[in-house]
């Protein structure tokens, strides 16, 4: 028989059963962990309180001192980085140069013309000379008498003269050459030709060989009386080196300041030993080519990038032209020299290779091709 108690306890079961799960006082699921309902439900700590760090967390200070490292850090490598923005376009080339030839009309300057006009990449070409009037030799080195031209009879009613450009005329680029006069004595007139030019190669020089110009054959009364006059002012090897350099140095400082640039001055002289040793009336004339070229390589022009270039004793004779360069910083051993042979047509590329050569600049450079008696392939 069942008492009243056991159906009241029936009764509250059954209820139990039939309740809905969300009520209040549904037991908590399983899976919350003991740990969390033991802290959730102390009774010394407010319910809104955040929960306390884990003993291995870092402390705001130690978070600190590692984002300041980790900026310092990041400033350090981005200071090893280019400036340049990536998103910008890149630089445009440097403007093709100007450059002014002194000495154009020698038998190597009228070469170098002729290399210049047809291999190097210029703007324009000043041939610089001491007479217009005696300029046949750069004339017809550059090519300007290739054309095909014509004169009628004196004694013909026809004395029309006419001058075509032959088509092959079109790669010597003589619409960028222009002679001109230049006093290399003269201050001012050296001031006058190098206004406009960006790069200055000098091959003008008193002498033919070791004999000063002024007793060649064709006496120049003009060099002579300038050499009798005041032979330690009339030298072109020293006085007129420094005239140049300094109009130079004067016209590069009006321009902005250019980094990594290359050679812009070209002073061509010749080895120790190549043509002998000569007392001349201008003086002994090794001894003024060492002086110039020590001029040129002084630090008196810090604005000029210079390269001397000594070359070994000239032959077009025994030298065939388009050999390599052998180019070093080192003069010959001694008597070596006197060996050492160079073709003008070679030289005259080697004075267009310096202005490409970085390496070059601020040296002196001895340039040969071949060693007499050498066979070459």
């Known amino acids: 028989m069942i008492s009243g108690t056991s159906v009241t306890v029936l009764i509250i079961l059954v209820v139990l059963l039939l309740l809905p799960p969300s009520l209040p006082f ?4 399983p899976s919350l962990s003991s740990s969390r309902i033991s802290s959730s439900s102390s009774p010394n700590r407010p319910s809104n309180s955040p929960p306390s760090p884990s003993p291995s967390s870092p402390s705001p200070d130690d978070l600190l001192a590692s984002a300041r490292a980790l900026r310092e850090s990041a400033a350090s490598l981005e200071s090893t980085l280019p400036r340049s923005d990536p998103l910008a376009s890149p630089p445009p080339p440097p403007a093709p140069p100007r450059v002014l030839l002194l000495g154009a009309n020698g038998r190597l300057g009228s070469r170098v013309a002729r290399a210049l006009l047809r291999t190097y990449p210029l703007k324009s070409l000043t041939c610089g000379v001491h007479d217009a009037r005696r300029s046949n030799t750069l004339s017809y080195e550059v090519g300007a008498e290739d054309g095909r031209g014509s004169l009628g009879a004196a004694w013909s009613e026809d004395r029309e003269a006419t001058f075509e450009f032959d088509p092959a005329m079109a790669n ?3 619409d960028k050459a222009l002679v001109t006069e230049v006093e290399l004595l003269s201050p001012s007139s050296c ?6 030019a960006d790069v200055v190669v000098f091959v003008a020089t008193d002498f033919d060989g070791a004999t000063p110009r002024s007793l060649r054959p064709q006496l120049d009364l003009g060099l002579l009386f300038r050499a009798v006059r005041d032979p330690l002012k009339g030298r072109v090897e020293i006085e007129g080196v420094r005239n140049v350099l300094e109009s130079f140095q ?5 321009r902005p300041e250019e980094k990594g640039r290359r050679a812009n001055f070209v002073l061509v002289s010749s080895a120790p030993g190549a043509v002998g040793d000569f007392v001349t009336p201008l003086g002994d004339f090794e001894k003024l080519k060492r002086e110039g070229e020590a001029l040129t390589l002084s630090t008196e022009f810090p604005d000029v990038d ?16 388009g050999l390599p360069l052998r180019v070093s910083e080192e003069p010959a ?9 160079i073709n003008r047509r070679d030289a ?11 390496e070059w600049v601020g040296k002196r450079v001895y340039v040969h091709t071949k060693i007499k008696g050498e066979v070459t392939a």
Do not use: C, H, I, T
């Open 26 to 29: 549904q037991l908590p699921p």
């Open 306 to 321: 210079p390269v001397v270039l000594s070359f070994s004793k000239f032959d077009e004779n025994m030298v065939e032209e």
């Open 191 to 196: 001031a006058a030709a190098v206004s406009g």
């Open 333 to 341: 051993p001694e008597g070596g020299e006197r060996m050492r042979r």
């Open 172 to 174: 010597y680029n003589l």
């Open 250 to 254: 004067a016209e590069l400082r009006r």
């Open 348 to 358: 005259a590329g080697a004075v267009v290779e310096a202005l490409e050569q970085k």
